[in-house]
C-alpha cells in the first residue's frame, strides 16, 4: 500500500470518531476525510474560548469537509449513556449505515497529576480515567453494533497504549488500556460471526496538542520530536478500513507503526517512526 494522500477510499463509508475536537481524535477524523468518508466528530467542546486547549467539534468537522470528506459535528458527552444513544439514533436516521466507529473519547483530571503512589490520589481519580475512557468505548459500541450488523461488516477500533502492557503514568491509567485491548479482543469473538471487526491500537508518542503544551512547560521528561503527529494513527484506520481481509485481523492489539510497517504509509512529513523508545531517545 503507498501514501494515502488524495486518495478516496472510503467514499460513501461513514464513521463516528469519538472525543475528536483535538488530539489523537482529531488526527483520525482528518485522515477520514481525505479518504472520503462522511464523519461525525464527537465532543464536548464547541466553543474553545477560555479553554486551555484549542478544538472544537464544528472545527474539525469543517477541516474534515474540506479534505475532501464530510464532516458532522456532534456535540456529545460520552459519560452520558443518554447522549450517546442519541449519537447513534441520529447516525442510524441520517445515514442508514454506520462503517466505522473509532473509541477515543478520555477524560484526565483537570490538574492532571501522576506523581506518587495510587494510594496517595484521591479514589475519584479511577472514575475519572476508567468512566468515559473505558466504559464510554464499551457503552459506545454497544449503540453502534446493532447498526452494523444490518450490513454485515464493520470496523470497532479502540484506541488504546502501551500502557496496556506495560507501567505508565498510574494504575488506573494502566487497567483502563489492559481493559480496552482485552475488550476489543472480546468484542472480536461475538462480532466475527457478524462481519465485524474488532481491534485495538496502540499509537506512540504522539504530539497532541495537550503534550505539546506539556512539554514546553518541561512537564514531559523527553523529547517529542520524533514522536507522532496525531493523523499518523489516522492512516492506520484508514488502511485497516481499506484492507479487504480486515476480518482476518479481528481481535488483534497492535502497535501503530506496526501497521505502517505492514502497509506502507507513512506520517504527514514522510518519516516513519520508530518503535516508542525511539520516539522517546531511548533507543
Known amino acids: ?98 462503517d466505522i466507529l473509532v473509541n477515543n473519547a478520555f477524560t484526565l483530571p483537570d490538574e492532571p497529576t501522576f506523581e506518587g503512589s495510587f494510594w496517595e490520589h484521591d479514589v475519584g481519580l479511577w472514575d475519572t480515567m476508567i468512566h468515559v475512557g473505558c466504559r464510554g468505548h464499551y457503552v459506545a459500541s454497544h449503540a453502534a453494533v446493532p447498526i452494523m450488523i444490518e450490513r454485515g461488516s464493520g470496523l470497532i477500533v479502540n484506541i488504546s497504549s502501551f500502557a496496556g502492557a506495560a507501567y505508565i503514568f498510574s494504575v488506573p491509567y494502566g487497567v483502563g488500556k489492559a481493559a480496552v485491548d482485552r475488550m476489543a479482543r ?27 503544551q506539556r512539554h514546553a512547560a518541561g512537564e514531559v521528561p523527553f523529547d517529542i520530536k520524533d514522536g507522532e503527529s496525531p493523523r499518523f494513527t489516522g492512516r492506520a484506520v484508514v488502511a485497516l478500513a481499506s484492507d479487504p481481509n480486515l476480518l482476518e485481523k479481528t481481535g488483534s492489539v497492535t502497535p501503530v507503526v506496526d501497521l505502517a510497517a505492514e502497509y506502507g504509509f507513512t506520517d504527514v512529513d514522510g518519516r516513519s517512526p520508530g518503535p516508542l523508545n525511539v520516539q522517546m531517545g531511548l533507543g
Open 186 to 212: 472480546d468484542m472480536s469473538v461475538e462480532l466475527r460471526p457478524h462481519g465485524i471487526t474488532a481491534v485495538s491500537l496502540w499509537p506512540g508518542v504522539v504530539r497532541t496538542e495537550y503534550l505539546v
Open 1 to 98: 500500500m503507498t501514501d494515502m494522500k488524495g486518495e478516496q477510499l472510503l467514499r460513501g463509508q461513514v464513521a463516528v470518531v469519538t472525543g475528536a475536537s483535538r488530539g489523537i481524535g482529531k488526527g483520525i477524523a482528518l485522515e477520514l476525510g481525505v479518504a472520503g468518508a462522511t464523519v461525525y466528530i464527537t465532543g464536548r467542546t464547541v466553543n474553545d474560548a477560555g479553554k486551555a486547549l484549542p478544538g472544537t467539534v464544528g472545527a474539525t468537522a469543517q477541516e474534515v469537509t474540506e479534505l475532501g470528506g464530510t464532516g458532522i459535528a456532534a456535540q456529545c458527552d460520552h459519560g452520558e449513556d443518554s447522549q450517546v444513544k442519541a449519537l447513534f439514533e441520529r447516525v442510524r436516521d441520517e445515514q442508514g449505515r454506520l
